[in-house]
């Protein structure tokens, strides 16, 4: 997962009305005041008690009348993927409880620091945690569970639905079918392995779900034009490149 573009940081904002969009997602914590934003769906006063995801591409306007500070978490689209994937082209406004304060106060913790490896893991954990609020129950299940054979009359009847009905549901809450969701979830989870664990591909296909390390392989270089030992090279060779 590239974090190079990632950016968490405090925010405050004026009177002044700014309308833009932009290309990353957001994730913004309240620490101090409120923030007026509008959106097409949405026209809300951001205050300490509730939290804001924006999607890429959403047009908003936003001011605030009072002294404010927000916690802010600008998330590009190398990060989206599976991780955001479909479903969070939504806005998502809901309760900043205990253990999303919990969250902030680790982001900005981190956001101190020049770890960006440990602020992206952070960033994934809290999208993986907002995700689980909104995720209906089989799509839970398809992450809870991808390492396994998932049959879709397994997924279809933990919502209720007949198998056609599910397959045209799935489609249009993740714009893939089943199988195809299952195979690029496996295969996050595998660039994740290979990003930041030495195991070996036989066992990183394992984890992920095949039994033979060839069936990652083919689909991993199918999917990405290189294979698994090279894209875990580019990346180690990046990494060491940073570092000079």
Known sequence: MESNNLLCETRTYTEKTYTHNHSYSQLILPLQGSLSIKTDKHELSLDEKHLFFLPPECYHSYHSDSIN????????REINSVLLGEMFKYELYQVLDDRWKAIRYLLHEEAQTSNKRGLCDLVNYACNFLLDEVRPISIQYI??????????NKLAAIENFNVSYYIEWFNKKTGMTPNAYIQKLRLEKAKKYLIDTDLSLLMISQLVGYKQQSSLTRLFTKHHELSPSAYRKMYREMDKNSLI
């Not at 500070?69 to 590009?76: A, C, M, R, S």
């Open 143 to 152: 992450h809870d569970n991808f390492q396994k054979q998932i049959s879709i």
């Open 69 to 76: 500070k927000f916690l802010v978490i600008d998330i590009p």
